[in-house]
C-alpha cells in the first residue's frame, strides 16, 4: 500500500505541475502578447502601403533609389513654383505683403518629378513660414540671405529623403 501512494503522490504531483504550466499561459496572457504584435504588423503594412502606394495602388520607386540614381548623373534642373502672395504679420493696421517667385534646384529630371509631385506640401510649408514674417525680417542682403536658408531647410525637411540643392529667388517684392 505503501508503493500505491507513493505512485499515487507521484501522478498527482506530475497532474498539479501539468495544471500550473498551463494556467501560465492562460487566455489573457495569450491576449496581452498577440494584440500589441498583431497591432504592430496591422499598423506597419498600414504605413507601408500609406507611404509606398499611390493612389491608383501601384507601388513607386524607392525615394533612396531616386536620390542615388538622380545625383550620381548630377544634372541640374529646376522646378519652378507657383507665385506666392502672404501678407506679413504686423503691429499696427497697416497691410504689408511679400510676394515671390521661386525656383528650386535639384539633380536630375527623376527627382525633379517626385518634387513635382510634393509642390501642394512645399507651397503649404511656405505659406505657414511666410505669413509668420515681419517686414524687418526682409530687410537687406542679410535679411533675403536668411529667408533663403530657412526655405531651403523648410523644402528640406518636408520632402525628405529627396533633396533640394538651392533655393533661387526669381522675383522678390515687398510691399
Known sequence: MAEDSGLGGLVSDIE???????????????????APVLLLLVGGGT?????????DGSKTADPA?????????????????P??????????????????SIALE??????????????????????VYLREL????????????RLKEELL???NTTIAPFRINDVLFKEMLVQ
Open 47 to 55: 504605413a507601408a502601403t500609406l507611404y509606398f502606394g499611390d493612389k
Open 83 to 100: 507665385d506666392i502672395l502672404v501678407n506679413l504679420k504686423s503691429t499696427d493696421r497697416n497691410s504689408s505683403f511679400l510676394k515671390l
Open 65 to 81: 533609389a531616386i536620390v542615388a540614381a538622380s545625383s550620381a548623373g548630377a544634372e541640374v534642373v529646376y522646378v519652378d513654383l
Open 106 to 127: 535639384v539633380s536630375g529630371e527623376a527627382q525633379a518629378d517626385a518634387i513635382r509631385k510634393q509642390m501642394p506640401r512645399i507651397a503649404d510649408s511656405f505659406q
Open 16 to 34: 498539479a505541475e501539468g495544471e500550473l504550466k498551463r494556467k501560465k499561459w492562460s487566455g489573457k496572457r495569450i491576449v496581452m502578447v498577440a
Open 153 to 155: 531647410r523648410q523644402v
Open 134 to 145: 515681419r517686414i524687418d525680417d526682409l530687410s537687406g542682403s542679410a535679411g533675403m540671405f
